[in-house]
């Protein structure tokens, strides 16, 4: 994977130039037209994926017919997935070749969740995880007063904290956490070192029944070890000074003499593979708080994300669903000249799914420097942004209908039981905003509009105009039949996977991240005292910043 003579750049492959005469082709052409000459479009460009553990099951329907292309495309797309030899790609990934091939490493977490085997040598054990997880769950954990631990609180940053705490989310039962009369422990998170999430949490804590998770795999992470520091003084204050402080922290850690250190009982430090990275890391250890929230059904979470890997390696190109939304992702960014993506997931459990998404591809694929060392000519990953709906409709979609940048858009749509009005009102309302935005209003039909409200015609010439809607904003529409643990495994593998297909067509590394080392280094400076070295207005806010410190003393 790391040979650099066999790398060639995609803009050097075959089919890259047959893609940009499409793009010249197409740039000017409404999607509205697309379906005018095609009657059938909507039905061959959606792809509908049945649950493999339960016959005649649908767990995913995938519509991208409202996306900007058309048979010639796709075929010219697979064609660059042939000429970039994505096969070998999927091929090295699940037999654990170093597809990371800058830390000379697997990156094999599909493991955690059974989709591959662990690199030799390096199988893992998670029942001491789960027996401890189970264990808080049904309250038969005690803190240092013997009172029964149930409160969990998660202290991490990035994928320590953006994959539980969407699961978590989107999974834990909102009613609360009653079972058979015994109740279960209550999971929250801080992530960041902004003192003021960590007071809102603990607001509502009691110390006697918390425990905190440091989830850090290097336990150096700055933002998490100041936040378990600040846990370790609350409880002391709380508890007093003489508590066995280990009675209320676990450790995700490799670090296990650190985590020690600090005052982690040896047999609550839960170790994670150096082949996991922490934006692929909620299927493991990192998983701990989802596991305590939503118990067994967990496996259901893995068995999600395990049939998504199975799909993926095994399934011809022309109906694989990660290809097909990845090669529909960079032929957006890479030949469409579309710079960002709105994430719109009309659940209200999965409004933290833009922040993983963003983490997942912004710092996957957010790079330029090629497996040969390099700069890419294309471009690569795009902005990722959004919110849930139907918040985001009364936010930001003005700028969507009649703004003037194209966006790409991904509509996840559970379903949802029958029988709730508000959840039909949720779904109906995600479907008009893709149709909406693909089809636009022109000049006549806001005239016509107008005319239906009795205005004079003056006024309808006057207002006409700001009525229109350019349309032609492409979406891929993504719907479940539920937000439940299996669905939510198989949307998030359904990602990972994309990642990957683009990331290997560009020729870059998904699975490293140098570049936020470099504002981390600064930062750690500026921390030591040394002002001086930076430029002159990093040090000039600096010394401000102290000014107003040395004030409020």
């Known amino acids: 994977m790391s040979d650099r003579g066999a790398f060639t750049p995609p803009q050097h492959l075959p089919a890259w130039s047959a893609l940009t005469a499409h793009a010249r082709r197409l740039a000017d052409r409404p999607l509205s037209t697309l379906f005018a000459n095609d009657p059938d479009r909507a039905s061959r460009f959606t792809r509908i994926f049945e649950n493999p553990t339960e016959l005649d099951q649908t767990a995913l329907i995938v519509d991208f017919s409202k996306q900007q292309f058309d048979d010639e495309i796709l075929a010219d797309l697979i064609g660059l997935a042939r000429d970039a030899r994505l096969s070998e790609g999927i091929h090295g990934l699940f037999h654990g070749e170093a597809v990371n091939f800058t830390e000379k490493r697997a990156a094999s977490h599909m493991s955690m969740r059974g989709g591959c085997p662990p690199p030799p040598g390096s199988e893992t054990d998670t029942r001491a995880m789960r027996t401890f997880a189970f264990d808080l769950r049904e309250g038969l954990l005690t803190g240092s007063t013997g009172k029964t631990i149930h409160h ?89 000074e003489d508590i066995d402080i280990g009675e209320h922290f676990a450790a995700v850690s490799n670090a296990l003499e650190a985590a020690v250190a600090f005052g982690v009982r040896p047999d609550r430090v839960f170790p994670l593979p150096d082949w996991v990275g922490g934006r692929y890391s909620v299927w493991s250890s990192i998983g701990l708080p989802l596991l305590v929230a939503i118990g067994g059904m967990f496996d259901d979470f893995l068995v999600g994300g395990r049939i998504i890997d199975d799909h993926f390696r095994l399934t011809p190109f022309e109906q694989n669903l990660p290809v097909w939304l990845g090669l529909i992702g960079l032929w957006n960014s890479s030949f469409l ?138 979406s891929t529409t993504i719907m479940l039949p539920r937000l439940d643990p299996f669905h939510l495994g198989a949307l998030l593998a359904l990602y990972e996977h994309k990642v990957f297909v683009q990331a290997w067509i560009w020729g870059i590394n998904p699975f490293d991240q140098y570049g936020v080392e470099h504002g981390k280094e600064i930062a750690r400076a500026l921390a030591s005292g040394k002002v001086g070295e930076q430029d002159d207005s990093t040090a000039q806010l600096a010394r401000l910043a102290e000014e107003f410190r040395q004030r409020m003393r």
């Open 152 to 240: 969990l609180i998660n202290l991490g940053i990035g994928g320590s904290d953006l994959g539980p705490r969407l699961a978590v989310e989107a999974l834990a039962d909102p009613r609360g956490n009653i079972v058979g009369g015994i109740e279960l422990a209550r999971v929250d998170f801080v992530a960041n070192v902004d003192p003021r999430e960590f007071d809102t949490v603990l607001a509502h804590a009691d110390a006697a029944s918390t425990l905190f998770v440091i989830s850090s795999k290097s336990f150096n992470t700055p933002e998490t070890l100041a936040n378990a520091e600040a846990a370790r003084q609350w409880l002391r204050a709380q508890l007093g």
């Open 337 to 474: 000249g579309i710079q960002s993506v709105a994430a719109l997931p009309y659940a209200h459990g999965l409004r933290s799914f833009p922040g993983w998404l963003q983490q997942l591809e912004m710092e996957s694929n957010g790079k330029h420097v090629l497996r040969d060392g390099s700069r890419t000519e294309a471009d690569t990953a795009p902005i990722i942004w959004g919110a849930a709906g139907t918040i985001g409709q009364h936010a930001f979609h003005q700028l969507l209908y009649q703004g003037t940048r194209k966006v790409a858009l991904d509509f996840i749509v559970p379903v949802g039981e029958d029988g709730d009005l508000r959840q039909r009102i949720l779904v109906d309302n995600a479907l008009a905003q893709a149709a909406a935005l693909m089809a636009g209003r022109d000049l006549d039909a806001a005239r016509a509009t107008l005319t239906r409200r009795n205005l004079p015609a003056a006024e309808i010439e006057q207002l006409a105009p700001h009525l229109v809607c350019e349309g032609n904003q492409p």
